[in-house]
């Protein structure tokens, strides 16, 4: 076991929030998690838990932490919490910032730092809320998850099954919720269009076979697939209560006179929880089918990057109803996509709860507040307690 001692909240909010783990799909921006993975690993390992990191393999120097306390769960049966973040962030404006982005700074009764509210700074929240607690007599299983690359592709949460025998009963997202439990949220697609023709002088429209059209009339399938997905399935809890389909960008052809060839578009859908991601697929490729068969071979359809399914936790949960009555609030649904639809795969009850704003999330001049930590720290203790203890 390592001879560290444990710093102090305020230090180890401060360590992360130093080490830079910005995850984005622009490869200069893009640096490994390796920093906060090892600081999270000391931490936790001095307070006895046994840590186990993993290399991904679908993104070589990004890394999975799981570190796990408490007795072993027999014969394979669910059992113990499961605090679950990730450990990257956002990149950061440069001109809109401020502060520097990886200087915790205490100002105006807050904390800023880039992470410090979406969320790297949850894992000191949970280290301090368990740290004076004896871990030598929980029942059940403790085990804390810190995951890469969530920012992007989510390709950490996406290997969760690599961890052997992490079989959770519950499990605790701690992204920013203001302590409010959130037990549902959509899914998202994106997926680009592409219409290929053929060129050819405008004079003779004829000569060629243009873009632009065929994809006029392939909108008119998709508006007809955007009113399908609203009468058919309904969700009322949500604020739009059922899956959206969205045209978010568009360009076809290069100049007046000459016959377009060539048409993307790229679209969204938000598909409600319960629905899967093949059946959304499928109602795509079937509206589309028409367009298909009248010029074969112009029509492509790819997805821009790996779906995420939606999730619903239950209303009468024994998770949902344990949040609720150790926050005080009713648990509601989020309008943003997290990993929890990956966590709640590995057959465990799991809800979004953590301290700080979404508002904050992404924003220059990150920030939490301090009238919010000590409340925070004694609910996450309240959630072990009740679950390990
Ligand atoms: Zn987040």
């Given at each position: 076991?390592?001879?560290?001692?444990?710093?102090?909240?305020?230090?180890?909010?401060?360590?992360l929030?130093?080490a830079?783990s910005?995850?984005?799909?622009?490869?200069?921006?893009?640096?490994s998690n390796r920093q906060v993975i090892e600081l999270l690993g000391l931490w936790l390992s001095?307070l006895?838990f046994k840590v186990e990191i993993q290399e991904l393999?679908?993104?070589?120097?990004k890394y999975n932490l799981l570190a796990s306390i408490?007795?072993?769960?027999?014969?394979?049966?669910?059992?113990?919490?499961l605090l679950a973040g990730h450990t990257d962030?956002?990149?950061?404006?440069?001109?809109?910032?401020?502060?520097?982005?990886?200087?915790?700074?205490?100002?105006?009764?807050?904390?800023?730092?880039?992470?410090?509210?979406?969320?790297k700074?949850f894992f000191?929240?949970v280290i301090?809320?368990?740290?004076?607690?004896?871990?030598?007599?929980?029942?059940?299983?403790?085990r804390i998850l810190a995951t890469a690359d969530e920012?992007?592709?989510?390709?950490g949460a996406?290997e969760l099954?690599r961890f052997?025998?992490l079989?959770?009963?519950?499990?605790?997202?701690?992204?920013?919720?203001?302590?409010?439990?959130?037990?549902?949220?959509?899914?998202?697609?994106?997926?680009?269009?592409?219409?290929?023709?053929?060129?050819?002088?405008?004079?003779?429209?004829?000569?060629?076979?243009?873009?632009?059209?065929?994809?006029?009339?392939?909108?008119?399938?998709?508006?007809?697939?955007?009113?399908?997905?609203?009468?058919?399935?309904?969700?009322?809890?949500?604020?739009?209560?059922?899956?959206?389909?969205?045209?978010?960008?568009?360009?076809?052809?290069?100049?007046?006179?000459?016959?377009?060839?060539?048409?993307?578009?790229?679209?969204?859908?938000?598909?409600?929880?319960?629905?899967?991601?093949?059946?959304?697929?499928?109602?795509?490729?079937?509206?589309?089918?028409?367009?298909?068969?009248?010029?074969?071979?112009?029509?492509?359809?790819?997805?821009?990057?790996?779906?995420?399914?939606?999730?619903?936790?239950?209303?009468?949960?024994?998770?949902?109803?344990?949040?609720?009555?150790?926050?005080?609030?009713?648990?509601?649904?989020?309008?943003?996509?997290?990993e929890?639809?990956?966590?709640?795969?590995?057959?465990?009850?799991?809800?979004?709860?953590?301290?700080?704003?979404?508002?904050?999330?992404?924003?220059?001049?990150?920030?939490?507040?301090?009238?919010?930590?000590?409340?925070?720290?004694?609910?996450?203790?309240?959630?072990?307690?009740?679950?390990?203890?």
């Amino acid at each position: 076991m390592s001879a560290v001692t444990l710093p102090s909240f305020i230090e180890m909010y401060r360590q992360l929030i130093a080490a830079p783990s910005v995850s984005c799909l622009e490869p200069t921006w893009d640096i490994s998690n390796r920093q906060v993975i090892e600081l999270l690993g000391l931490w936790l390992s001095s307070l006895g838990f046994k840590v186990e990191i993993q290399e991904l393999e679908k993104q070589a120097g990004k890394y999975n932490l799981l570190a796990s306390i408490g007795p072993e769960p027999k014969n394979g049966e669910a059992s113990g919490l499961l605090l679950a973040g990730h450990t990257d962030t956002v990149p950061w404006d440069e001109g809109r910032w401020t502060r520097d982005p990886f200087t915790l700074t205490e100002a105006d009764n807050r904390l800023y730092g880039l992470g410090s509210a979406d969320m790297k700074g949850f894992f000191a929240f949970v280290i301090e809320a368990i740290r004076d607690l004896d871990l030598s007599q929980l029942k059940k299983p403790l085990r804390i998850l810190a995951t890469a690359d969530e920012e992007t592709s989510m390709a950490g949460a996406r290997e969760l099954h690599r961890f052997a025998n992490l079989k959770p009963e519950y499990a605790v997202i701690g992204e920013p919720t203001n302590m409010v439990p959130v037990r549902m949220h959509k899914g998202h697609t994106t997926d680009c269009v592409r219409i290929t023709g053929r060129s050819g002088h405008s004079s003779k429209p004829a000569a060629g076979l243009n873009a632009i059209s065929i994809m006029h009339e392939a909108l008119g399938y998709l508006k007809q697939l955007e009113q399908e997905l609203k009468d058919k399935f309904h969700q009322p809890a949500f604020e739009v209560p059922y899956p959206t389909l969205n045209f978010g960008h568009i360009h076809g052809g290069d100049a007046a006179n000459r016959i377009c060839a060539c048409c993307e578009l790229h679209m969204d859908m938000r598909p409600l929880p319960g629905m899967r991601i093949e059946t959304l697929n499928e109602m795509l490729h079937a509206h589309l089918a028409p367009i298909q068969q009248m010029y074969p071979g112009a029509l492509e359809v790819t997805a821009m990057h790996e779906p995420i399914p939606g999730y619903e936790c239950p209303a009468d949960s024994a998770l949902v109803k344990l949040a609720e009555a150790i926050s005080g609030h009713r648990a509601e649904p989020a309008n943003y996509c997290t990993e929890a639809p990956f966590v709640d795969a590995l057959g465990c009850e799991t809800i979004v709860m953590g301290p700080g704003s979404i508002q904050q999330a992404h924003q220059p001049d990150e920030f939490i507040t301090l009238a919010e930590i000590v409340p925070a720290q004694q609910q996450i203790r309240a959630l072990v307690q009740k679950v390990c203890g």
